[in-house]
Nanobody, 123 residues
Framework: QVQLVESGGGLVQPGGSLRLSCAAS????????MGWYRQAPGKQRELVAA???????NYADSVKGRFSISRDNAKNTVYLQMNSLKPEDTAVYYC?????????????????WGQGTQVTVSS
């Protein structure tokens, strides 16, 4: 069974920094695209950043230049470094693991979520 466990959330003042971690177990971590999503109250869950198995990254426009995603395959962990935090970054942040495998019967998708960690940016 695949488990994703996030940590590192908390309360920070505007302009501050946090680093989120997501530790994976029960799967071949290095084969997955890892992503960070967030959901603010009353809003839909949105992609914040993602990193492929090959190390390619993409970011939401709202966090470009402020957030950085990275992965350590030896530790089965993905990180999200968040700098210059703003009140609008306040949300529950979720870790996601995604992989699609081609089979003779078609494409099979493996997709898993962590339980989420709260990030609150407030003075």
């Amino acid at each position: 069974q695949v488990q994703l466990v996030e940590s590192g959330g908390g309360l920070v003042q505007p302009g501050g920094s946090l680093r989120l971690s997501c530790a994976a177990s029960g799967t071949i971590f290095r084969l997955y695209t890892m992503g960070w999503y967030r959901q603010a109250p009353g809003k839909q869950r949105e992609l914040v950043a993602a990193i492929t198995s090959g190390g390619n990254t993409n970011y939401a426009d709202s966090v470009k230049g402020r957030f950085s995603i990275s992965r350590d395959n030896a530790k089965n962990t993905v990180y999200l470094q968040m700098n210059s935090l703003k009140p609008e970054d306040t949300a529950v942040y979720y870790c996601n693991a995604d992989r699609q495998v081609a089979t003779v019967l078609g494409t099979k998708r493996f997709n898993y979520w962590g339980q989420g960690t709260q990030v609150t940016v407030s003075s």
